[in-house]
């Protein structure tokens, strides 16, 4: 039997063979034992502590068992739905989704293409389009928004996002009083407590800090996210040559020792809690001192730490579709197609910063939207070629015979959409028929497109009384 045609169907490739991997897991555990972390939560400290790790003052020292245990009880997969109550995302290793950042400081304006910063009605932009788009799988807001006060610009973004789209929709926020609000936001628009443990339709992203660093902040709002069980996005790294060493092997292990350290913490809370871990893997350009985000190294690290967590069996959040150009042009297509392609085939989970410019400071919708087109042509690469009996067509090449021709036949009608990648943005015209429609450069395309959908894209309603119950958690003040 010809066994091996569903292992081989998709394309895939490694960084690290399963030695190599091994290798910087075993380091990892040593580091975390002999180096230990700062953690800086007191409450982090003492589940740890209880667990068997070694407290000095901040600095935390965790044997290897408690590491261990927490790989074991994490879920290796969970589901996260759309608020229209259908599946959307099947989080866990080698099934592959995209969807944009949340930390860019500017946005580029869709109607006149002026980089200002980021204010109220951008990440409800954001999420219109993410909803308007095939191939991008989940929402996040693009921006920091910036005239709010800024502890209560994530409640902000996240109540614009889920108004303007059905898809999951990953949340951030700095401090434990707006997670809190999130996730009273979160329980309007599921319906209560049990429908959204049921089926969640966010998660909550939260980052640590490189090197060895977990904050009081970070540790207090994922370990109230895990207390209410609320999916966690766990996600870090650190820049080779600056916050973690310039060889990509000690940069594996300065990021997966604070990922790890921060699971064990997060599993200890409470068990079983549904987290994704994840890494930036920049590498430092040291004549500026400015992070590469659109480098090789960043796609060649994030597809490495996707193999460890294949490894680990745990979910991974990785990045691409981002670039350092600072407008949709080809640098930022160049760097865009080589990150998608890198994560498609290396198989990480999550994929976020699709549409990121300028190292992560500029949103673009048109950004977005380009990629969008990347990620499709991708995803048809993915599926690869089906080889058996039916798709060999034998018996229609000897009908046909040798000088004749298949655009014909009835079994070409039925297969070419499924077989054929048809663009949506890309020209296959030839020139004169180009021409004589206006002749658009691909960015043109990708600007009319913009316009298109937030001039036709009709934004999901909410249910009945939810959009004024979230009037009223945004009017609230926190001290």
């Known amino acids: 039997m010809d066994t091996n045609y569903h292992s081989h169907q998709t394309p895939q490739f490694r960084v690290l063979s399963d030695r190599q991997i091994e290798k910087i897991y075993w380091a990892t555990l040593e580091c975390l034992e002999r180096t230990g972390v700062e953690v800086r939560n007191a409450e982090a400290r003492d589940l740890l502590v209880g667990a068997g790790a070694r407290a000095d003052g901040a600095r935390v020292r965790i044997p290897p068992h408690v590491i261990q245990d927490a790989v074991a009880a994490n879920p290796r997969t969970f589901t996260l739905w759309g608020r229209d109550g259908r599946p959307r995302i099947q989080v866990a290793v080698d099934r592959v989704y995209f969807g944009p950042g949340p930390t860019c400081t500017y946005f580029v304006d869709p109607h006149t293409g002026e980089r200002r910063k980021t204010r109220r009605g951008d990440p409800a932009l954001t999420a219109r389009v993410c909803d308007a788009l095939d191939n991008v799988d989940y929402v996040m807001s693009l921006g920091l928004i910036d005239d709010v006060e800024p502890d209560r610009a994530p409640v902000f973004e996240f109540a614009e996002m889920v108004a303007n789209t059905v898809k999951p929709v990953l949340a951030w926020a700095y401090r434990v009083p707006q997670v809190q609000d999130i996730h009273r936001i979160a329980l309007a628009v599921a319906g209560g407590e049990a429908a959204l443990r049921e089926r969640p339709f966010c998660a909550f992203f939260s980052t640590y800090h490189s090197p060895l660093v977990l904050t009081d902040e970070d540790m207090g709002n994922v370990l109230w996210a895990a207390e209410h069980d609320l999916p966690i996005v766990f996600i870090g790294g650190g820049a080779a040559g600056s916050t973690a060493p310039v060889t990509g092997a000690g940069l594996m292990v300065i990021y997966l020792a604070g990922a790890l350290a921060g699971l064990a913490a997060i599993q200890l809370k409470r068990r079983g809690t549904r987290v994704c ?25 994030s597809a490495a730490m996707a193999d460890i967590s294949r490894y680990l069996a745990l979910p991974f959040m990785g990045t691409a579709g981002a670039s350092e150009a600072k407008v949709v042009d080809q640098q930022a297509a160049i760097e865009s197609t080589m990150q998608v392609i890198f994560a498609a085939l290396s198989g990480a989970t999550l994929v976020h910063d699709v549409g990121f410019l300028d190292c992560a400071d500029i949103g673009s919708l048109e950004m977005l939207v380009m990629t969008d087109e990347i990620i499709a042509m991708t995803r048809r690469v993915m599926r690869g070629i089906d080889v058996s009996d039916d798709t060999l067509m034998l018996d229609l090449i000897d009908r046909v015979g ?17 077989e054929i990648w048809t663009p949506t943005l890309m020209d296959r015209d030839p020139w004169v028929t180009w021409d004589a429609a206006g002749g658009l450069t691909m960015g043109e395309r990708i600007r009319a497109r913009v316009r298109e959908i937030l001039a036709a894209h009709q934004s999901p309603v909410l249910p009945d009384g939810v959009a004024e119950h979230i009037d009223r958690i945004l009017s609230e003040r926190r001290d």
């Not at 000088?403 to 014909?408: C, V």
Request: hydrophobic fraction near 30%; aromatic fraction near 10%.
């Open 402 to 418: 040798p000088g004749g021709e298949f655009m014909s036949t009835k079994e070409t009608a039925r297969r070419c959409r499924a």
């Open 277 to 301: 871990i994840g890494g930036v893997p920049e590498a430092m350009d040291l004549r500026s001192g400015r992070f590469a985000y659109g480098s090789p190294e960043m796609s060649l690290y």
